[in-house]
């Protein structure tokens, strides 16, 4: 069961930290319609880890990572890219921010369909006026399995194969962090399982980030540690998380809280 409270075990805590988030406060709407979306979150993602956010419905998981990942912004507190503080950025600077130092793989995919698997991986690059780095490209594709369907384009793909042509575009510029959000929702089980696979290789073999949303408790057991919220609030935290575990914690956490 999660505990309320209970802080990162010390090797955690002093793994070098990719993000953080600081007292961090999200209003939706004013006056009687405001609804407190997330409620003074302090939080530190570590670097070169795979870390899951869950909780119930309305927890505020999603809300956590529009503002950890600059898509959003606080109401009051601070997000933190490694030492730059967001609440600090031009419009100009947090477009910039996302394009070179956060990568993105939605459940949508996001893929132009117009655009080669190819062009669609290249097009961050390519709309920053930089020329790829096409041994760096060679080394995800092959990763990734994706060398021979490099020329197609998103309809003549799976959505496995459209899912892994977005990770080897967010991986591409070799960003500080990659969210995923709900990444598995499009996918048959067997394929999601593969994306799991490849985002846990990403982060143990190339050293990268990854902080993903997440419903489901088996894909949830992919990540390093799970960070659990409930009613806007970090609620616990479980390190290397199990199927079973993972659900026992949900349960706990969709149950009246104690004392109340």
């Known amino acids: 069961m999660p505990a309320t409270g209970r802080p990162a075990p010390v090797a955690a805590r002093h793994l070098r930290p990719a993000a953080r988030a600081i007292g961090l406060v999200k209003v939706h709407g004013r006056g009687d319609a405001a609804v407190r979306a997330l409620d003074g979150v302090d939080l530190t993602v570590p ?5 899951a956010i869950m909780g119930p419905s309305g927890s505020g998981k999603s809300t956590l990572m529009h503002l950890l990942a600059g898509l959003d912004t606080a109401t009051s507190g601070h997000v933190l890219l490694g030492d730059t503080d967001l ?3 031009s419009d100009a600077q947090l477009t910039a921010l996302r394009r070179d130092r956060i990568g993105f793989v939605f459940q949508a995919f996001n893929l132009l369909p117009q655009l080669t698997a190819e062009q669609n991986i290249d097009l961050p690059a390519r709309l920053a006026g930089r020329r790829p780095d096409r041994a760096w490209r060679d080394h995800l594709v092959g990763l990734l399995g994706i060398a021979d369907r490099l020329t197609h384009r998103p309809t003549q793909l799976s959505g496995g194969q459209q899912q892994r042509v977005a990770v080897a575009r967010a991986l591409l510029g070799r960003p500080e962090v990659v969210f995923a959000d709900e990444p ?3 996918l048959d089980t067997a394929s999601g ?4 696979h490849l985002l846990r290789t990403s982060v143990r073999e190339l050293g990268q980030t990854v902080v993903m949303v997440t419903h489901d408790p088996v894909a949830a057991s992919f990540a390093d540690e799970v960070v659990l919220l409930r009613d ?3 609620a616990g935290w479980l390190p290397d998380p199990r199927p079973e575990s993972v ?3 949900l349960s706990a956490l969709s149950g009246p809280r104690a004392g109340v």
Not at 47 to 51: N, V
Not at 193 to 196: M, S
Request: proline share 0%; net charge neutral; aromatic share 4%.
């Open 232 to 234: 806007g609030t970090v």
């Open 47 to 51: 670097a070169a880890r795979f870390t």
């Open 87 to 89: 609440g600090t950025c």
């Open 193 to 196: 399982h593969e994306l799991l």
């Open 247 to 249: 659900l026992s914690a």
């Open 184 to 186: 598995t929702g499009n």
